[in-house]
Structure formats: structure tokens, C-alpha cells
């Protein structure tokens, strides 16, 4: 199905890459590079099934020639630490055909590049047809039809790349409705889109993809504590995604059966007042039953039981129809009552049989969708718990603290044990066994509790975030020392015209 990627990068000549060398790449074509003087061959590449340029009306003719428009870029940047081009990486939906996708990454390009002033070339890569995905370059220069001009910084802003996010996002959508396909995406995170059902999937990329797949192929094991949090997530997402559809399915089962159920009830209400009508024998039991009717609606007139109705008189008291013929009135007394004979009677008590057996039934059912409401509770509590299980085995893995404190809740490290605690006086809500992977709640934790699965989420992206921090840094300290050293020869290809 269609999934949102949206990565957009700057090539820069301080990483040592080359405009050039990134366009033969991504065009899958053998391109000139005049300011390294080597040729970058890449026309043996497969799956590029379309490249084009697209330009201001005013470009001159020179920027719809590939070599030409990424050589004179190349001129045109004199430092050695020159931003040459901007790079998206964009996934196309699966569910498209190559036409489609085609008007769909020109829609894109013209209203979010080239109307803004860029020269943009793109090209669209088909080498595995589970990722289709488009390339794009665009200039950082103005230009007219004198070449290019002045770098123009609002491009760099961060609402512009903004906008061409949630842009990429109505485009997809639009192409997705207009070829008939029910799928659509979302650049937002899965907490801004509300949705609480599922944890955000990890991207592996497609260095990780294509080591999975050899291996695979060879009948051998990845172990990658990456690989593994991955495959955990994807289980539970699948497993919640199962989950909702046999709540779906089973409420609507039990909305429908209620649905019957009160029609039944209504049809042996009708029943039941006809055979008490029938059974009278005479006005005042008809009274009775008239009264019986009427509790808790004082200003009823009439009342039907099939094809007979019960009428107020003008006299205040009840009479019996079956349509415009009166079977039992207050006038006739027990002269129509001798209408009523031993037949009817027999009926009557057979009828009254039937229904406490019928009402035994029901009281069967309402038990055994009591029990079934129970069993939906149960599940849904496991899967809640599957969750807490996840996020709490990621927060021990990259939380050193013993204790921390976030919203309402307390949350203690005991070894490879952690304690979620309330601070409003519930006690221990939850304890999870990172080793043998197990959660405890306790029935102070309802299906309506669930703050602590947000507090505990927030804890964890907080300390995943100082890990990063921290591990960037190192990373920073190691590149200033390397940068110390003699530099290498730099390759002739592009370093990063990997998908």
C-alpha cells in the first residue's frame, strides 16, 4: 500500500560530492564532469524508467541539457564549501501506474520548484517494484535568461520545506482519489493525526532492506537489536490491526442482534396484550389491561398489538378492534365476552408458555453477550499491555536513570524490572520483566487509563533524544580530528547516489 517518505538533503562540495555525479546517478546516464575532468558513468544503471527537466519559462534553452544545466552549476559555486543542489527522495504509491505517477511528481515539481523559480531535474527509479520512488535536483540560483543569478536564502527557510511536506501529502492523496484507490497518507506524526492504535514504524532503508533480503535468500538470521525492535512493532501493529477489526465485527454483531432482540420484544409485547385481551373475558379485566399499558403515559389513546388496537372510549374506558370491527367494547360488557371461547382460551395459555420460555432465552443471551463484552475487554487490556510491554523495553534500554518522574506518574528501575506508579495514591499500575518480557497491571489500570502509556512514550523519545544528542556529538568530535589528518583522493563517483 501507499506510505509516506518525504527526505529532503542539500549536496554540498565540503561533503565532497558533485552535482554532476549526483545527476549521471540519478538519470542512470554517462555525464561530463568539467571542473574534476572525468567522465561519470552510470548508463548501465537499472530500473530508471523516466528522467526530465523542467524550468521557468523565462530559463534559457542550455538548462533542459542535462550535462550542461550541472556543469555550469558547478561554475557558478567558487568555495569549497559551496551548496550545489537540493535533493528530495520522495516514495511513489504502489497502487499507481507509471502515467500516473508521472503526472503526479510533475504536479509536485512545477507548483512547489519551478513556479517558485528552480530548474528541476527528476528521475523515477523502479528497481524493486515494492519501492518505487522519484530523485529530484533543483538549483539553489534565480535565473533568467541571462543564466543563473544571486543564491536566494528564503528558500532554505524551514516553513517552505514545510509546506512542500504537507504539498507532497495533497498531491498523493488527489492521485490516489482520482485513480479509484481507497488508500491515503499523512505526513504527520501518528500523534497529531490522534491515532493511539499503533507505534510509529522504524525505517530501516535500503542498505538494511537488501541485507535482509540476501539473507533471507541464503536461509540466515540477522540479529540487529534494530532489525528486532522493528519486527516487534510490525507484529504489534498487525496484531492491533486484527484486534480492531473482531471489535468492529463483534459490535456490530451485538448492535444487530439488539436490533432483532427489540423487535422481537416489541412483537411479543403486541402478542402478549392480545392474549391478555383475549383472556379478560370481560371490560374490567380490559380496564386492567389498558391501565397496565398506560403506566408511565398517562395521555395514550391507542395501542396496537398487531392487527387488533386498543382504544380509549368516550367514556374513559378501553375497547378492543381488529380494524374498523369492535371484538370486545365497555358498551357490549358481557355480552361480548361470551365471544371469547374455550379455544382462545387454550391459546392464550399456550401463548403465555411460550413466552417465559422465550424470555428465558433472552436472559441466556443478554448472559452470553455480557460474557463476550467481558472477553473484548480482556483482549483489549492484553493488547494495551503488549504496548506498555514495548515502549517500557525500549525506555530501559536507553534510560540509565533508577527513578523519573513525568506527568502523574513515577516510574522506578529495579535491575531489569520497572515500576509505574500513580502519584494520586493507586499504587503500582504497572510492573514490567524486561528478561522474561511479561507485564503485571493491576485493577487499578481500566481501559480508560491509558495517560501512562503517553507518559512513558514521552520519557523514552526524551532519553532516545539526550542518546542521540549525545552519540551526534561524538560523531562531530571524530570528524574534527579526522579532519586534521592528510585528506584521500576523492572518488570520481558520487558518494551519495544511493537510494
Known amino acids: 500500500m501507499a506510505i509516506y517518505h518525504h527526505h529532503a538533503q542539500v549536496i554540498s ?15 542512470g546516464a554517462n555525464l561530463y564532469d568539467e571542473r574534476l575532468d572525468v567522465e561519470h558513468c552510470y548508463a548501465q544503471k537499472k530500473g530508471v524508467v523516466h528522467s526530465e527537466i523542467m524550468a521557468p519559462p523565462d530559463a534559457p534553452a542550455w538548462v533542459l541539457e542535462r550535462q550542461s544545466l550541472w556543469n555550469v552549476v558547478e561554475a557558478s559555486e567558487k568555495r569549497r564549501d559551496s551548496q550545489l543542489a537540493r535533493d ?49 535536483m533543483a538549483t539553489m540560483r534565480t535565473i533568467d535568461a541571462n543564466g543563473f543569478g544571486k543564491k536566494e536564502r528564503d528558500w532554505n527557510q524551514k516553513e517552505v520545506l514545510q509546506t512542500q511536506r504537507a504539498a507532497w501529502t495533497t498531491h498523493v492523496n488527489r492521485a490516489l482519489e482520482n485513480a479509484g484507490q481507497q488508500t491515503r497518507v499523512d505526513h504527520r506524526r501518528l500523534e497529531e493525526q490522534g491515532v493511539t492504535d499503533r507505534l510509529p514504524q522504524l525505517h530501516l532503508g535500503v542498505t538494511a532492506t537488501g541485507m535482509i533480503e540476501r539473507a533471507n535468500s541464503q536461509q540466515m538470521v540477522l540479529e540487529h537489536p534494530r532489525l528486532s525492535r522493528f519486527h516487534e512493532i510490525q507484529q504489534f501493529n498487525e496484531s492491533m490491526v486484527l484486534l480492531n477489526r473482531e471489535i468492529a465485527e463483534e459490535t456490530a454483531r451485538l448492535a444487530a442482534a439488539q436490533q432483532e432482540a427489540a423487535r422481537q420484544l416489541q412483537a411479543q409485547q403486541q402478542q402478549e396484550a392480545w392474549g391478555r385481551a383475549m383472556a379478560a ?21 391507542t395501542v396496537t398489538f398487531g392487527d387488533y388496537q386498543m ?20 358498551v357490549a360488557g358481557a355480552e361480548s365476552a361470551q365471544g371469547l371461547t374455550e379455544q382462545a382460551c387454550r391459546s392464550v395459555e399456550r401463548w403465555h408458555t411460550l413466552s417465559q420460555q422465550r424470555a428465558q432465552e433472552r436472559l441466556q443471551q443478554q448472559l452470553a453477550e455480557q460474557q463476550q463484552q467481558e472477553r473484548l475487554q480482556q483482549w483489549a487490556r492484553q493488547a494495551w499491555g503488549k504496548q ?52 503485571t497491571m493491576s485493577d487499578h489500570c481500566t481501559e ?52
Open 88 to 136: 528530495f527522495d520522495l516514495a511513489l504509491p504502489v497502487e499507481l501506474s507509471l502515467p500516473q505517477r508521472l503526472d503526479l511528481v510533475r504536479g509536485f515539481v512545477q507548483e512547489q520548484l519551478v513556479d517558485r523559480g528552480m530548474v528541476a531535474d527528476f528521475s523515477i527509479h523502479q528497481d524493486n517494484a515494492k519501492n518505487p520512488h522519484v530523485h529530484i
Open 311 to 330: 382504544r380509549l372510549g368516550e367514556e374513559g374506558q378501553p375497547s378492543l378492534y381488529r380494524g374498523d370491527h369492535l371484538v370486545l367494547g365497555s
Open 388 to 439: 506498555m510491554a514495548l515502549i517500557a523495553g525500549g525506555f530501559l534500554r536507553v534510560q540509565k536513570q533508577t527513578e523519573y518522574e513525568v506527568k502523574n506518574y513515577r516510574f522506578r528501575r529495579n535491575g531489569d524490572t520497572l515500576t509505574i506508579e500513580s502519584k494520586d495514591g493507586r499504587g503500582i499500575l504497572v510492573t514490567y520483566h524486561h528478561s522474561s518480557n511479561t507485564v
Open 13 to 27: 562540495r565540503s561533503a565532497g560530492r558533485s552535482a554532476v555525479a549526483a545527476a549521471a546517478y540519478r538519470a
Open 448 to 499: 480508560v487509563d491509558r495517560d501512562y502509556f503517553q507518559a512513558l512514550e514521552a520519557a523514552w523519545q526524551a532519553a532516545k533524544a539526550e542518546a542521540t544528542k549525545a552519540e551526534e556529538a561524538l560523531k562531530a568530535t571524530k570528524a574534527e580530528a579526522t579532519a586534521t589528518k592528510k585528506p584521500t583522493k576523492k572518488s570520481t563517483k558520487d558518494k551519495g547516489g544511493r537510494d
Open 281 to 301: 373475558g370481560a371490560t374490567p379485566r380490559l380496564q386492567a389491561i389498558w391501565e397496565s399499558e398506560r403506566a408511565g403515559r398517562p395521555k395514550l389513546k
